[in-house]
């Protein structure tokens, strides 16, 4: 496994959260609470931190364009062709190699007129550009079409140390989670990158998540990702 590390790098977006909590009460202006919710298996917890199940209303939209599937679009099935018949650590560097070469970078502003948008897979095959949000869905529907459990899958909204704010695709794969950053590198293993590399939201099939450190209370980690604005 020692092929999956690599450097990170990068800038990425972030965007402001509205979010409910699980019985449906709103939440106090950017904060996000959860409350006292067993983490189920399926929860993101990686790079130190506790994965507590959220209600993100404001990102429903995007969300679901996000998990529109795309298998079956032509363009996907051209991109993921070559990797049919590798193993599954050699599909997840395949598919961050082939997005990274076949979709260009484009903003929000000049693909769709917007600030922040998430274009489905299929929208972003059809252009052959997106930004970062983008190119990580188009990630995690190749993978998806290639077999890989959707429950497994996340879009994790992070900040670097060093590059800022960033989107990632984030993989579990045998027990460890794998990290698909936006500059075309190596995917790598999150504990690797543990120092550099803080998560603050994930949204998955299963639901969508705030990262609590240990010592950190949830107030103090919801505050923290509501006030994370959007930078593109």
């Known amino acids: 496994m020692a092929h999956f590390c690599a450097r990170m790098a990068g800038t990425a977006a972030l965007a402001l959260l509205t979010a409910t909590a699980a019985n449906g009460h709103p939440l106090p202006q950017k904060e996000i609470y959860a409350g006292p919710l067993a983490v189920p298996p399926s929860a993101p917890s990686m790079l130190g931190t506790t994965a507590v199940r959220i209600r993100a209303d404001r990102f429903s939209g995007s969300w679901a364009r996000a998990l529109e599937d795309a298998s079956r679009v032509p363009a996907m099935q051209q991109l993921i062709a070559p990797a049919r018949g590798l193993t599954r650590p050699q599909q997840i560097a395949f598919v961050q190699r082939a997005v990274s070469t076949n979709i260009r970078w484009i903003s929000d502003a000049t693909e769709w007129g917007q600030h922040d948008y998430w274009a489905s897979a299929a929208q972003t095959l059809a252009h052959g550009a997106g930004d970062m949000e983008d190119r990580a869905i188009v990630k995690m529907q190749a993978l998806r079409a290639l077999g890989f459990d959707q429950r497994d899958l996340y879009i994790t909204l992070a900040r670097d140390r060093v590059g800022g704010p960033l989107t990632v695709l984030a993989v579990r794969y045998a027990g460890r989670f794998f990290i698909l950053d936006d500059t075309g590198g190596t995917p790598f293993l999150a504990d690797s990158r543990s120092f550099e590399l803080q998560p603050i939201l994930s949204f998955g099939w299963t639901g969508a998540w705030v990262h609590q450190k ?13 006030a994370a604005g959007t930078h593109k």
């Not at 240990?214 to 509501?226: D, E, F, N």
């Open 214 to 226: 240990p010592g950190v209370s949830l107030a103090i980690a919801s505050a923290s990702a509501g």
